[in-house]
């Protein structure tokens, strides 16, 4: 009997070890490696833009927005208020004590949306209008105070998105009045740009100019006799919260006269720009002090509605919409989203056909006998196959073959 034939050998029972089956793991290996090692150049390097969305706090990019106000609306939220944004002047609107209104327009409001707000506030007692101007972009404040800090190989990046902030800045700031009365100020876009190093007013106590960073282009100035259209307008009371000089930053509006005109113990507040409640404004501690002193202007614990618009103004609608949330059946109707509906709707009821119950009287299936001895070739078999060595398998099923004949005698029988 030779001896190499049937001697184990658990080597190639379990396979040889060969290099050419090692080369598809190495080289899966070695492409996820790459493909990190490109993905971190490309988050490195990627070309991430400067949220820059105005007077707004829903959403991801507005929140993010140096020029969001959702940071101010937070501030609202600590005092107690409930907060709440809408894009238009509804009866909904009368639920609420507080308007703060930052529109994305460089035209003072309307007389139509000025008088809409006016008898808001004579419908209710107490109420308060928060009317923020449009002269300010924060991302040029962004950048000036990033660009001396960037690194020498982004600097060159760095002055260049500053200009174009800058650019489009006036751009759109081209677009103001050079001089418009609006009843609540008188709007003046060519005066002289500075940078606010005085303060003065009743908000002024406890906040140190020096650190402040509000900055002045065109101003919300209180009106003047010469300014108003019309002899037999009802007058107004301006009282100066905030002032810097001869520049009003704060401006309280009341009308308390006696006529039917009186607003019931309502007020507008008129802040001159954004530099004062914009998310990125409101980094620095003195404005934040700012802030909370309007925050403190309003009623306290109660509702506070943040009205969204762009350049053509908040719609004014006598009734609230009816319409929400189209149903399935609407979206039916609608082109491409009907034929993707359709085809999602065969696929899901195909996929509970699938795993739907078999109904019937349940038998049980018979459980595999753990001595079948057809299971056991079965696997060795398997594992002859796997070690890839014909002489091998050949030579272990000679050896089984001499061993059982000799078991069963006929090997003792054909020696005979």
């Known amino acids: 009997m030779n001896t190499a034939a049937t001697s184990p050998h658990p080597a190639h029972i379990a396979g040889p070890r060969t290099g050419g089956d090692l080369k598809l793991p190495i080289a899966g290996a070695a492409c996820a490696v790459a493909l990190m090692i490109v993905g971190a150049l490309l988050a490195g390097r990627r070309d991430e833009i400067l949220p820059m969305t105005y007077g707004r706090r829903r959403g991801s990019e507005a929140g993010r927005s140096v020029n969001g106000t959702a940071v101010l609306a937070d501030l609202f939220r600590r005092a107690g208020n409930r907060v709440t944004t809408l894009s238009r002047f509804s009866p909904k609107v009368d639920q609420f004590e507080t308007i703060v209104w930052v529109p994305n327009d460089f035209k003072p409001p309307s007389k139509e949306r000025r008088e809409w707000l006016e008898a808001w506030l004579r419908r209710g007692s107490g109420r308060t209008v928060v009317y923020v101007g449009r002269d300010y972009n924060a991302a040029i404040d962004y950048w000036e105070r990033i660009v001396p800090h960037t690194p020498a190989a982004q600097a060159d990046e760095a002055l260049h998105r500053q200009a174009e902030a800058r650019a489009e800045w006036e751009a759109a700031r081209s677009k103001m009045p050079t001089k418009e009365y609006a009843r609540w100020f008188t709007a003046r876009r060519d005066e002289k740009p500075r940078k606010v190093d005085t303060l003065s007013g009743p908000w002024a106590d406890g906040i140190d100019p020096k650190q402040t960073e509000i900055h002045l282009e065109g101003r919300l100035a209180i009106p003047t006799k010469s300014d108003l259209n019309s002899k037999d307008e009802p007058p107004l009371r301006f009282e100066p919260l905030l002032a810097s000089g001869r520049d009003a930053l704060v401006t309280r509006i009341t009308n308390e006269t006696g006529h039917k005109e009186d607003w019931n113990g309502g007020r507008v507040i008129v802040v001159t720009n954004g530099s004062l409640v914009l998310n990125y404004p409101l980094v620095n501690h003195e404005h934040r002090k700012l802030a909370n002193k309007l925050v403190s202007e309003c009623s306290a614990g109660g509702k506070v509605i943040f009205i969204e618009s762009g350049p053509d103004g908040p719609p004014i609608l006598k009734k609230e ?90 090997s003792h029988l054909k020696n005979k």
Request: one cysteine or more; charged letters at 20%; glycine letters at 8%.
């Open 321 to 410: 919409p009816t319409g929400g949330f189209p149903t399935a059946m609407e979206l039916l109707k609608v082109w491409p989203l009907n034929a993707i509906l359709l085809h999602l709707t065969v696929l899901g009821i195909v996929l509970c056909l699938s795993r739907s119950p078999i109904f019937g009287r349940p038998r049980e299936l018979p459980a595999e006998s753990p001595t079948d001895f057809g299971k056991h070739v079965a696997a060795l078999g398997k594992l002859l196959a796997r070690s890839q060595d014909r002489n091998y398998a050949h030579a272990r099923l000679v050896q089984y073959r001499q061993t059982a004949e000799r078991r069963s005698g006929r």
